[in-house]
């Protein structure tokens, strides 16, 4: 909710379905010495799945710029099933799979529980294309139809080359505000928060970035800290932002997001003060809504 809140949006492109085949019979990466799956593989030849999500990483590390696709399935899942018939056998998916390490999480499971609150996963069908250290590169979930996965096959690969542009961008420029933004801002879509909050401290304490450049940059550390619950980080972004701000929507969002410290903190009757304060300031707020809402949720006779 509070990446929504305070970003324009969470992912910029639709992403994609899968499921496991059944497995070909190739060789094992270890019978091929020097030479990783993804490196050595050809383009027609079909990829070999890793039994574990814990191989699937140490195989994608091994491999220049290599990726794990994963598909999170339900013991009972017809729609995975259907998947796996019409998308696996394709040359498109081959292709697809050139330089990533496929495997499949049971959605269930330790894993699989812990990617899926990670990414937002609900239902299955799904799937995930993630770097080695976690950075989202593509997504779906739910039954589409075969053209509908193929078209995200191809939109998840052009935004995931959209985003390595930024960062040879930022690379070429490591001392321009706005370059940092913008992996930063595409970081924190993907997930990748870490990497994404220490862009948008640089951008904070950089002179030259532009104004709205630094609120915009406070707004998401105050969204970083909050959802890792590092409730004084998020209210000194906040009050900053306050402090500086002139752009009435993010002085409306870090009011409103400071009721959220206080309910993290525990505090209930200051996060209604707050909700309160809110309400009689701005009147005709677009997200009067959302506050009369949470200030329902937190009165005294709701349980």
């Known amino acids: 909710m509070l990446r929504l809140l305070l970003a324009s949006a969470l992912l910029s492109s639709p992403f994609l379905l899968a499921q496991q085949p059944e497995k070909v019979s190739q060789k094992s990466p270890e019978t091929t010495p020097g030479k990783t799956p993804a490196a050595s593989r050809l383009q027609d030849e079909n990829p ?6 814990d ?38 998916f081959r292709s697809f799979m050139r330089d990533k390490v496929p495997v499949v ?7 699989g529980q812990r990617l899926s609150k990670r990414f937002g996963i609900r239902r299955a069908p799904a799937w995930l294309v993630v770097t080695p250290d976690l950075l989202l590169a593509g997504r779906q979930e739910g039954g589409s139809s075969q053209a509908a996965w193929m078209e995200s096959f191809v939109n998840s690969e052009k935004a995931w080359a959209e985003y390595r542009g930024k960062l040879d961008a930022e690379k070429k420029a490591p001392s321009d505000p706005a370059a940092a933004f913008a992996v930063g801002e595409e970081a924190f879509r993907r997930v990748g928060d870490a990497m994404a909050e220490e862009r948008f401290r640089r951008v904070t304490a950089d002179a030259k970035a532009s104004p709205q450049l630094r609120e915009k940059s406070l707004a998401y550390l105050a969204a970083i800290a909050l959802e890792a619950q590092r409730f004084d980080d998020a209210e000194k972004a906040l009050k900053q932002l306050l402090a500086t701000t002139k ?44 506050a009369e809402a949470l200030l329902e949720a937190l009165s005294p006779s709701k349980k």
């Open 48 to 53: 070999v799945w890793a039994s574990t999500f």
């Open 55 to 92: 191989e699937a990483v140490k195989r994608a590390k091994s491999t220049p710029e290599g990726r794990v696709f994963v598909e999170l399935r339900d013991a009972d899942c017809p729609e995975c099933v259907r998947m796996e018939k019409l998308i696996y056998p394709s040359a498109s």
């Open 105 to 111: 999480v049971d959605r269930a499971g330790p894993e």
């Open 247 to 290: 752009d009435p929507a993010l002085l409306e969002q870090a009011e409103l997001r400071l009721a959220d410290v206080e309910i993290g903190r525990g505090q209930k009757p200051k996060a209604i003060a707050r909700l309160k304060t809110f309400l009689e300031k701005h009147p005709q707020s677009p997200m009067r809504k959302d």
